[in-house]
Structures are given as structure tokens and as C-alpha cells.
Nanobody, 122 residues
């Protein structure tokens, strides 16, 4: 079984910083890409940032220049450094990973973490 475990959420004042981590564990062949999503109550989940195993990144316009996604492939971990936080960044942040379970199959499966709350006060 594959698990994604997030850490690093919390409460911070506007202008502050937080760093989220998401570690993948279990039995799998490879990770194709990992990403961070967020969801506010009553709203749809939105992509914040993603990164491929080769290091190609993608950001939502609302966080570009403030957030940085990075990865440690050796530890199957993705990070989200969040700077200059704003109250509108308040949400539950979840990581996901597109994982190839077996070297003998090209099938990819999406896994999700449990989510971590980020709250930014004004």
C-alpha cells in the first residue's frame, strides 16, 4: 500500500512563511509527479503547484513568485515553501502523487494525502 503523509501546516500571520512536506512511503516502482492542492470550505479544490520527477514545475497564478515547490527524489518527498502568505491562502492543503506501482506495468495511480490546515491571519 502507498501512503502520503503531510506535515508543516499551521497558523501564521500575513506576510509569514510556512513549509509543507509530503513523504510517499510503501511499495511502488516510481513516482511520475507530485503536487499540492488546496481547498477552502464550499469551494472546489485547486492546484497550487506541481513538479515532475525531472524537476519541471507548474504554479497557479495566485502563488507564482511566492511559493516554491521542490522535491527530494531519494526520499520520495515533495516540499512547498510558502512565503509572503496572505489570508486568502487559508485552506486545507493536500499533496498527491502519480505513482507507477510496478515495473512490469505502465499503469499509473493517483494517491492523496490526508491534508493539512494552513491558516493565515490578517
Amino acid at each position: 500500500q502507498v501512503q502520503l503523509v503531510e506535515s508543516g501546516g499551521g497558523l501564521v500571520q500575513a506576510g509569514g512563511s510556512l513549509r509543507l512536506s509530503c513523504a510517499a512511503s510503501g511499495s511502488f516502482f516510481s513516482i511520475n509527479n507530485m503536487g499540492w492542492y488546496r481547498q477552502e470550505p464550499g469551494k472546489q479544490r485547486e492546484l497550487v503547484a506541481s513538479i515532475t520527477s525531472g524537476g519541471t514545475t507548474n504554479y497557479a497564478d495566485s502563488v507564482r513568485g511566492r511559493f516554491t515547490i521542490s522535491e527530494d527524489n531519494a526520499k520520495n518527498t515533495v516540499f512547498l515553501q510558502m512565503n509572503s502568505l496572505k489570508p486568502e491562502d487559508t485552506a486545507v492543503y493536500s499533496c498527491n502523487a502519480l505513482i507507477r506501482r510496478s515495473g512490469g506495468s505502465s499503469t499509473m495511480t493517483i494517491y492523496w494525502g490526508q491534508g493539512t490546515q494552513v491558516s493565515v491571519s490578517s
